[in-house]
Structure formats: structure tokens, C-alpha cells
């Protein structure tokens, strides 16, 4: 009802509820890291050299279907329905060994390697104008969301 005021336990727990909902963590999560693979990806493809060029298209595909993955679990989550599929490939094939979250932890280091390539490479430098503000975009996401829930868990102790 307006003009109710809730105890603040209980706003703390609805915003608790809203930052580990799918919509929230692929939103600040998934799709920013779907998003440096797949320009880690089409970096890696543009060098020409064989190798790289396999490597990169392997990692657009990847990143292209973990993207259709998290875009898939958001929509679901915000009709209210939950999804049988995992946010990610590798925690889709975590899933069959009964690991998921291992395997989306092992997504989650292979993504930072794959930003610290970026950086320490040089290579985030042969992006374009657009594909750089994709790169601040999916970072700027993704370290603010990190900050808020690091604030509100803080919060919450006090």
C-alpha cells in the first residue's frame, strides 16, 4: 500500500531476492562477460593468423551462445518462469557431471583471463570506437553492480 513503510529487514530481504534473480545476474554478470569474449573472440579472428583465427571463431561462437543463454534465462525469469538451462555452456556442461557451479566458476576465470589478454596484450587497443564503448559498457555494468552488492551486504551487517 503507499505510504506503508516496511521494516528494514525486510526491504534488505527484497532487494537480497532481486540481486541473485536471473535477470540481475545476467544482466550485470553474464552478458558483460559475453561480451568480452566476443570481442576477445573477433580480436583474435581479425589478426590473420591461422591459429588465432580458429581460436577467435570458437570464441564467438561461444560467446554468442552463452549470450542466447543469459538473454534466454532473463526473459524467463521476468515472466516468472524458471529455466532448465544454465547461464553458460561450460555450466551447461558442468550440469551433466552434476557441477554446475564449478563449471560456471571455471567460466568466470576463463573470462578474466580473457580480459587481462585484452588488456595486457595491447589488443583492447585494435578495437573500434563502438566496440570500445561495448568494452566500458559490459565493465561499467559489471564493476558497478559488484560495488552495490558489496555496499548492501555491508549494510545489511551493520
Known amino acids: 500500500m503507499p ?63 552463452d549470450i542466447l543463454m543469459n538473454t534466454g534465462r532473463s526473459l524467463l525469469d521476468l515472466a516468472g518462469r524458471s529455466a532448465q538451462f544454465e547461464y553458460c555452456t561450460i555450466a551447461q556442461i558442468g550440469k551433466l557431471v552434476h557441477r554446475p557451479i564449478v563449471f560456471l566458476a571455471i567460466d568466470t576465470l576463463l573470462s578474466f583471463v580473457i580480459i587481462c589478454l585484452m588488456l595486457w596484450s595491447g589488443w583492447i587497443t585494435r578495437l573500434s570506437q563502438n566496440e570500445l564503448y561495448l568494452w566500458y559498457g559490459a565493465t561499467t555494468l559489471n564493476l558497478i553492480s559488484l560495488s552495490l552488492v558489496s555496499l548492501y551486504n555491508e549494510i545489511r551487517k551493520s
Open 3 to 65: 505510504g506503508e513503510t516496511f521494516p528494514r529487514e525486510e526491504r534488505y530481504d527484497a532487494l537480497q531476492r532481486f540481486f541473485i534473480r536471473p535477470f540481475f545476474l545476467s544482466l550485470t554478470i553474464g552478458i558483460p562477460f559475453c561480451i568480452f569474449k566476443l570481442l576477445f573472440g573477433l580480436t583474435a579472428y581479425r589478426t590473420g593468423v591461422a591459429w588465432l583465427v580458429i581460436l577467435g571463431g570458437i570464441v564467438i561462437i561461444w560467446a554468442c551462445l
